[in-house]
C-alpha cells in the first residue's frame, strides 16, 4: 500500500514550499518555482489555478507578474493546498473491496479507515507552510549525502568499485 500525493498534489505542495520561502520578497516568476523545485514550467499555471482560485495565491500576469502567497505562510496548513490540488481527502472508495463504499453494511475496517484518514488530516491541517519552508531551508543547509541505491546488484554488476560515484545528485540538492 502506498499513501503519496497524486503528481498535482505533490507539485502543488512544492510551488507553495516556494513561494513560502520568499514570502514578502514580491512575486516569483512560474520559471523561478518551476527551476527550484523541479516542475515543469509549462504545467505550472494550470497547477496553480485552483490555489489562485482558493485564495491562496495571487497571480499577476505581464512582464512584471507572477505569483505570491496571498496569506502569510503560517496561515496556510497542507491540508489546504492538498485539497486545494487534489480534491477532499476522503474517499468513497472501500478500502477492502476497491468499489464504492457500502453505507449500510460497512466493512470491518471502514471504522478504523475512517479515524486513520482524520488522523492524517488533522496532521496536515496542524503543519502549515511556515513549517515545511523552514523544515526545507534546514535540510538545504545539511552537508549533501550519497544516496544510497536500490539497485545494488545491477550496479555490482556493472563492475563498480567500492567508493565510486554512482549517484546523481538530487535536483533539489544544488544551491538556491
Known amino acids: 500500500m502506498e499513501i503519496a500525493l497524486e503528481r498535482r498534489g505533490d507539485y502543488s505542495v512544492r510551488a507553495?514550499?516556494?513561494?513560502?520561502?520568499h514570502y514578502g520578497d514580491g512575486r516569483r516568476k512560474?520559471?523561478?518555482?518551476?527551476t527550484v523545485m523541479d516542475i515543469p514550467v509549462r504545467y505550472l499555471p494550470q497547477l496553480l489555478a485552483p490555489l489562485v482560485h482558493r485564495g491562496?495565491?495571487?497571480?499577476?500576469?505581464?512582464?512584471d507578474g507572477g505569483y505570491a502567497l496571498a496569506r502569510?505562510?503560517?496561515?496556510?496548513?497542507?491540508l489546504e493546498v492538498i485539497?486545494?490540488?487534489e480534491g477532499p481527502l476522503e474517499s468513497p472508495r472501500c478500502v477492502l473491496r476497491g468499489g464504492p463504499c457500502d453505507w449500510d453494511e460497512t466493512c470491518p475496517l471502514h471504522e478504523t479507515w475512517g479515524r486513520a484518514r482524520d488522523a492524517l488530516a488533522t496532521e496536515l491541517k496542524r503543519t502549515s507552510f511556515a513549517d515545511l519552508a523552514a523544515a526545507d531551508e534546514a535540510i538545504q543547509k545539511r552537508p549533501a549525502r550519497p544516496r544510497k541505491s536500490v539497485h545494488l546488484e545491477p550496479v555490482e554488476r556493472l563492475?563498480?568499485?567500492?567508493?565510486?560515484t554512482t549517484t546523481r545528485p538530487h535536483p533539489r540538492s544544488v544551491p538556491r
Do not use: F, Q, W, Y
Open 16 to 21: 507553495v514550499i516556494d513561494l513560502a520561502r
Open 56 to 63: 491562496l495565491l495571487l497571480a499577476t500576469a505581464g512582464p
Open 159 to 164: 563492475g563498480v568499485r567500492d567508493g565510486d
Open 30 to 34: 512560474a520559471r523561478e518555482i518551476a
Open 72 to 78: 502569510n505562510p503560517a496561515s496556510i496548513s497542507v
Open 83 to 85: 485539497e486545494a490540488a
